[in-house]
Structure formats: structure tokens, C-alpha cells
């Protein structure tokens, strides 16, 4: 069935299948790693939720939830790495295994600023698992410890991923138009 967002659409990256068959791989891979552990799941909003909503149903051990939300200082394509909070965590991670959850690493300058923040707060592991990887722009040192596909240096949306909060409710990933950047309503 063609959405208006499908027709938005130049090229699909990762099918909705494709999505589905390796959550499952990189769920069973954690739950091995995690054997014995409980684990605390931190979704970073908003684009981790569709993500986490289907690697959690994944996961075989007791695992725990939580968010945090945050924007990054600097202009809205060039990411500052200074993050400001605009939602903490509920919980503290004293002594938690923490895996942090993210739609995408980028640049990786939100990320690491956020482990090491989260580091602060002495849990006992933190790990990052993403959707995707996209290495050709990563200018900090941080790469995830479980990420399900790489991409080339191409503005995704779908499955959790926005372009001016709109196509997250994709079920694929894909790449948009040109004409829609430019399109103004
Ligand atoms: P980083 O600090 O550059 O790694 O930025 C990470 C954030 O930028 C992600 O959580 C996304 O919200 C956003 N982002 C980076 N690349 C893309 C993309 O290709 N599509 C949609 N959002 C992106
Ligand atoms: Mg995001």
C-alpha cells in the first residue's frame, strides 16, 4: 500500500524485512552477552522507539527501561557535541548494566558526550547498540557495540528516523527525494 510518504520515497536502504530478520540476530547476540545480567535499556527520544520497541521483544533477560532526551547545541545540520538535557533519566545507574539505544551514529558527538555523562553516574557497563552506522562522518572516537546495518554518508528517514520530524512512522529505511528538501508547505 503507497503512503504519501512512500511517494516522498527516491530510494529504499533497508527493508522492512531486512529490519525484522537482523533485530533478531543482534537480539539473540545480546542476550547471549548479557547472560546472567539484567539489563537497563536508556532509548534516547525520539528516533530510538521504534528501534527499541522491537530489539527489547528480542532480548531474553529482564530488562529494564528508561529515557532520556536530549538536543545538541549548534545548528540543526552540524551537530555541536555539546548536549543539553531536556529529559533525564528516572532512574540512578549505580551498579546497572546500562545499554543505551539510538537510531543512528553519526558524527558520534552526542553520544560520546552522553556515555561520558552517564559514565559519571558509575553503572557498572554501558554499551551502545544502533540501528544504524554511518562511519564515513564520525568525527569522535566512538563506534557501537551491536548496530544492526551500515550505510553510506546518505540522510536516512523511516523506522524511527526524521527529516523535520516527519517519516518515522516509515516501516523501512530509505533515502528522500531531492525535490522534498527543497519543497516548502
Ligand atoms: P551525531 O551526534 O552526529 O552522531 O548525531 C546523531 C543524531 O543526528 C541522531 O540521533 C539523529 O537524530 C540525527 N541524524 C544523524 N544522521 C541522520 C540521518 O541520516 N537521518 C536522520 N537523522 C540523522
Ligand atoms: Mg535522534
Redesign the pocket.
Given at each position: 500500500m503507497q503512503s504519501v510518504m512512500d511517494r516522498d520515497i527516491d530510494k529504499i536502504l533497508i527493508t522492512a524485512q531486512e529490519i525484522s530478520d537482523k533485530i533478531k540476530e543482534v537480539g539473540a547476540q545480546i542476550t547471549e552477552d548479557y547472560k546472567g545480567k539484567d539489563i537497563l535499556m536508556i532509548g534516547?527520544l525520539k528516533?530510538s522507539v521504534t528501534f527499541m520497541a522491537d530489539i527489547m521483544r528480542e532480548i531474553g533477560v529482564h530488562t529494564e527501561l528508561d529515557f532520556m532526551s536530549v538536543s545538541?547545541y549548534g545548528s540543526a545540520v552540524k551537530?555541536s557535541?555539546v548536549v543539553k538535557i531536556n529529559k533525564d533519566l528516572d532512574v540512578p545507574l549505580q551498579g546497572r548494566d546500562v545499554l543505551i539505544v539510538?537510531?543512528?551514529?553519526?558524527?558520534?558527538?552526542?553520544?560520546s558526550y552522553l556515555r561520558e555523562l552517564l559514565r559519571d553516574r558509575n553503572p557498572a557497563s554501558i554499551k551502545i547498540v544502533t540501528l544504524l552506522n554511518?562511519p564515513a562522518?564520525r568525527v569522535a572516537d566512538i563506534q557501537p557495540d551491536y548496530c544492526c546495518f551500515e550505510i553510506p554518508d546518505?540522510?536516512?528517514?523511516g523506522y524511527g528516523?526524521?527529516?523535520n520530524e516527519r517519516y518515522r512512522n516509515l516501516p523501512y529505511v530509505g533515502v528522500l527525494k531531492p525535490e522534498v528538501y527543497t519543497h516548502i508547505d
Open positions: 534516547i528516533g545538541s551537530s557535541g539510538e537510531d543512528i551514529l553519526d558524527s558520534g558527538l552526542t553520544l554511518k562522518r546518505e540522510f536516512a528517514v528516523l526524521d527529516y
